[in-house]
């Protein structure tokens, strides 16, 4: 009898209990760099129906600098997604739900190094998906910045020399 109960209780959980999507953590990523001071890498993940909580980590060259991006979803007739929270770094992010699409905004959020983005939301139908963008822009200018400088300078000390003798 008891284990009838067991039996019972268990199939009663899982019919009536709420779906789970399967949560994400992502590898680190390494955000993508150039000359400019800036890093950028595009990311997305699909999901099944159920709440889940995506965990997604970026790292950069980790001087100071402004995160900025986004994550979208474009809602379709069987397959959406609601977030609930999102964080980059503990900071509260910008959510915005609606009809046709659900999306995640930030904008010059101060950041050294490793970043850490964690969504949370339910996922609507059999494939619903997001996609989003990291950008980090640096404040400080890059050694070569320096160098050009230096040597804008020198040509400029070079020819205010040559026409002072002339």
Do not use: C
Not at 2 to 28: C, D, R
Not at 147 to 156: A, F, N, Q
Request: net charge negative.
């Amino acid at each position: 009898m008891k284990l009838q109960s067991i039996v019972l209780a268990a199939l009663l959980s899982t019919a009536f209990g709420g779906a789970m999507a399967e949560n994400y953590t992502s590898p680190v990523i390494a955000l993508v760099g150039d000359d400019a001071g800036s890093w950028t890498k595009g990311f997305e993940t699909n999901h099944v129906v159920g709440d889940f909580t995506d965990t997604w980590t970026f790292k950069y060259g980790g001087i100071p600098a402004e995160a900025t991006g986004f994550v979208k979803n474009v809602q379709t007739r069987v397959n959406n997604i609601d977030f609930y929270s999102a964080t980059l770094n503990g900071v509260a992010l910008d959510i915005t739900n609606g009809a046709v699409k659900s999306e995640v905004e930030f904008f010059g959020l101060p950041v050294n190094g490793t970043l850490t983005l964690v969504l949370t939301g339910k996922a609507f139908g059999t494939n619903a998906s997001y996609s989003g963008t990291m950008d980090v822009t640096s404040a400080v200018p890059e050694p070569t910045t320096y160098g050009m400088l230096i040597g804008g300078l020198g040509v400029m000390a070079f020819l205010a020399r040559r026409r002072k003798q002339a």
